[in-house]
């Protein structure tokens, strides 16, 4: 099945332009499930009769495939699923009828009342194969809720090569409600409205039509695509709320793709006409649209935050963000690399620190004339302490966003430790290259004096004296080595 692929950004509200389908990746937490009882099944029949009540269901073979897909399954009211597929192979319905048509319902029913956690092994290996589950709905969901069920019960995705979509309900969520999605572990995929665009529909990963869509992510893979609800969060006419935090060491990605002929909700947050909120505080994510991404109203989409701009978006952390553009409320930007396709303009409004309104600067590292990957980069002030900004590289350059102004960024490559000066434009078109093969500039005055005086102020016994000292020694006046003292901090 092949379905739209585009990447989301931040925009007005939560959201990033997200012209015709929309598609979200990410990663989520959602409600434990007991493992009390475990139930191995072999079949679709075992399967469906094991999901009656709570427990652990474990496939000991492939139960279906393409063309021979089980029927649509539900789990039974108040029941508590865990899913493991391990290394196997399960289908579940089918919308253009090669197996089981779910026409009007969810491929996989999850009620409200209940939970489903699946796991499974996401990566072959020589020793094991990855395990897939593929769920197709109808009007409901391919994992989640079906039409008139009301919000959908907690699903949550720990692991495995899950691909899940329908035709007008959430790919993995609401039908017409609200859903809370968690993924931390797997790859997972999920479209919705894929073969009816132009039409209200579910999030890819989310929430109904006009349902709040909940999406936490901790790790794994997830993408999502949607026409008119959010890539991941918010149904049609619904809010997304969106964290996605995923630790600075794993390896785990998140992208929000967007895709199609329309221009509707945001590649990761709010559905057209929805509000969007939305907190990165860690992992690779990436909103796109297929529209400009700037546009006011319901014709054109967002890639991070909502179309209406009333939502809000908060990026923090070491995360990678990048995308088409960001609407919002209110965008704070206190960390990481975030990259806007069209910069600055694709803002709005314009990203803060507090209440400090920030530019954007493309900054590239390189040894010997050699772009070189370098390490953390850490924003200081001009004393060298930390200002509490940071990003890490993709590979040899990041996109940071600073006050405007003169900034100081601190690396390391191969051992050696520099600080450099740039200046950042308020326009936006700031580039810095930061060249450990020339060498490091000259002290400042002020850095001088500050250097000289630590040492003669100890050595002398009197601020007055040292004072006096670093005057002659640098040819200037004790007026002008006590004003850069004072800026200092070091004398009253």
Avoid at 363 to 377: A, H, I, M, T
Avoid at 420 to 449: C, K, S, W
Wanted: hydrophobic share 40%.
């Amino acid at each position: 099945m092949t379905g739209y692929g585009h990447r989301v950004r931040v925009v007005r509200g939560v959201a990033i332009a997200c012209a015709a389908a929309i598609a979200a990746t990410l990663v989520i937490a959602t409600p434990a499930v007991a493992d009390a009882q475990v139930t191995p099944v072999a079949s679709c029949d075992e399967l469906a009769d094991a999901f009656a009540t709570t427990g652990t269901v474990l496939l000991t073979q492939d139960i279906s495939g393409p063309g021979t897909e089980c029927a649509a399954v539900e789990i039974g009211a108040g029941a508590d699923i865990v899913l493991d597929i391990g290394g196997h192979t399960a289908y579940f319905g089918s919308i253009f009828g090669t197996g089981p048509t779910v026409a009007e319902g969810a491929a996989i029913f999850v009620p409200s009342d209940a939970s489903l956690t699946v796991r499974g092994v996401t990566e072959s290996t020589g020793a094991e194969r990855a395990g897939f589950l593929v769920a197709s709905g109808g009007a409901g969901a391919g994992i989640g809720a079906r039409p008139g069920s009301g919000a959908s019960g907690d699903i949550r995705i720990e692991g495995g090569i899950i691909r899940a979509e329908s035709r007008s309900a959430a790919g993995i969520g609401g039908a017409d409600g609200d859903a809370h999605v968690t993924i931390t572990g797997g790859n997972v995929t999920a479209f919705a409205s894929l073969w009816a665009p132009y039409v209200d529909s579910g999030a890819g990963i989310g929430g109904g039509r006009q349902g709040i869509g909940r999406v936490e992510v901790t790790g794994g893979t997830a993408n999502g695509s949607s026409f008119s609800g959010a890539g991941i969060g918010g149904g049609s006419d619904g809010d997304g709320i969106v964290t996605i935090a995923v630790p600075d060491d794993a390896r785990n990605s998140l992208r929000g793709n967007a895709g199609g002929g329309s221009h509707t909700g945001a590649g990761i947050g709010g559905g057209i006409r929805g509000s969007g909120q939305v907190v990165i505080t860690g992992g690779t994510v990436s909103g796109t649209a297929s529209g400009d991404g700037l546009g006011a109203g319901d014709r054109l989409g967002v890639g991070y935050g909502d179309v209406r701009g009333l939502g809000a978006v908060s990026i923090s952390g070491r995360p990678h963000v990048s995308g088409s553009s960001i609407r919002s409320s209110r965008t704070e930007i206190l960390g990481g690399s975030v990259s806007i396709v069209d910069g600055l303009r694709a803002t709005d409004p314009r990203p803060v620190a507090g209440t400090t309104p920030l530019s954007p600067i493309f900054v590239s590292v390189r040894k010997d004339g050699q772009p070189v990957r370098p390490g953390l980069l850490v924003v200081v002030d001009d004393r060298g302490t930390p200002t509490g900004y940071e990003a890490v590289p993709e590979l040899t350059s990041a996109s940071l966003w600073l006050p405007p102004g003169r900034r100081f960024i601190r690396t390391e490559v191969d051992g050696e430790v520099r600080t450099f000066p740039v200046q950042v434009a308020a326009d936006g078109t700031a580039r810095a290259f930061l060249d450990f093969g020339a060498p490091p500039p000259p002290p400042t005055l002020e850095q001088r004096i500050v250097a000289r005086f630590a040492e003669l102020a100890r050595r002398l016994g009197s601020d007055d004296a040292a004072i006096a000292r670093i005057a002659r020694e640098l040819g200037t006046t004790e007026g002008t080595v006590r004003y850069w003292l004072r800026r200092a901090g070091e004398i009253g």
